[in-house]
C-alpha cells in the first residue's frame, strides 16, 4: 500500500543537540515535502524536493537542512536545535501532475 | 503568488447544525482545489478535491462549492455530528501545482 512513512514518532532533544527526522514513501512521487505545524499558524514549507539530490528552499528554511538521498527518502536536519523548533513536523509527497499530497502521521519534537 | 486565506480559524456549532467554512483565493489560475480534515492527534487526510468552476461535490455529510468567478471555496458540514470535530484546511494549487495553504479552522461540536 502507498504510504508515507515517518520515523520517529517522537522526540526529545536538548538545545543544541543534533536531530534527523526521516520519511520515505512509497507512492512513487517526485515532489516531497518537510512542514511544521503549530497552533495559529497552519502548515509552513521548510523544505522540498523534486528528485533525488535535488532541494528547494520553503517559506520557514532558518535552523533545518534536509537532503533526499533517493527518490523515496527525504531527511529533515536540525544541527543546533533551539526550543523555537519544538513542533509537529509532517512529511508529504505528491505527483506534480495533479498535486494531491499524501502525508505521514507526523513527528512531534521537543527542544528542552 | 497564490494567497489562500481561510475563515473562520474558530467554528463551534451544535450537533445536528450546519458548519460552514470559506477560503478565498488571489490566482485565477489556481487549477486544483482541496479540503483535508486533521483529527486530534492525527495526520491530515484528504475529503475532496475539486477543478471545475462553480462545482458543487457531495461527500458523505459535507458539500463543497468552488465558484472561479469570486475566487472562494466553502466546504459545508451538513447536520454535523461529534466526528466532525477537527481541524479542517483548505488548499489552492498553484501554477507549478504547489499547494497554498489555508491557515485552518478548528471544529467543534457540541451536543
Known amino acids: 500500500e502507498a504510504a508515507v512513512t515517518q520515523s520517529p514518532r517522537n522526540k526529545v532533544t536538548v538545545t543544541g543537540g543534533n536531530v534527523t527526522l526521516s520519511c520515505r514513501q512509497t507512492n512513487s512521487h517526485n515532489y516531497m515535502y518537510w512542514y511544521r505545524q503549530d497552533t495559529g499558524h497552519g502548515l509552513r514549507l521548510i523544505h522540498y524536493s523534486y528528485g533525488a539530490g535535488n532541494l528547494q528552499i520553503g517559506d520557514v528554511p532558518d535552523g533545518y537542512k534536509a537532503t533526499r538521498t533517493t527518490q523515496e527518502d527525504f531527511f529533515l536536519l536540525l544541527e543546533l536545535a533551539s526550543p523555537s523548533q519544538t513542533s509537529l513536523y509532517f512529511c508529504a509527497s505528491s505527483d506534480q501532475s495533479n498535486s494531491d499530497y499524501t502525508f505521514g502521521s507526523g513527528t512531534r519534537l521537543l527542544v528542552i | 503568488g497564490e494567497q489562500v486565506e481561510q475563515r473562520p480559524p474558530h467554528l463551534s456549532v451544535r450537533e445536528g447544525d450546519s458548519a460552514v467554512i470559506t477560503c478565498t483565493y488571489t490566482?485565477?489560475?489556481?487549477?486544483?482545489f482541496f479540503w483535508y480534515k486533521q483529527e486530534p492527534g492525527a495526520s491530515l487526510q484528504l475529503l475532496m478535491k475539486v477543478f471545475s468552476s462553480t462545482e458543487i461535490n457531495e461527500g458523505q455529510g459535507f458539500t463543497v462549492l468552488l465558484n472561479k468567478k469570486d475566487k472562494r471555496l466553502s466546504l459545508n458540514l451538513t447536520a454535523a455530528h461529534p466526528g466532525d470535530s477537527a481541524a479542517y484546511f483548505c488548499a489552492a494549487s498553484d501554477s507549478n501545482y504547489q499547494l497554498i495553504w489555508g491557515s485552518g479552522t478548528k471544529l467543534i461540536i457540541k451536543p
Open positions: 490566482d485565477p489560475n489556481s487549477y486544483y
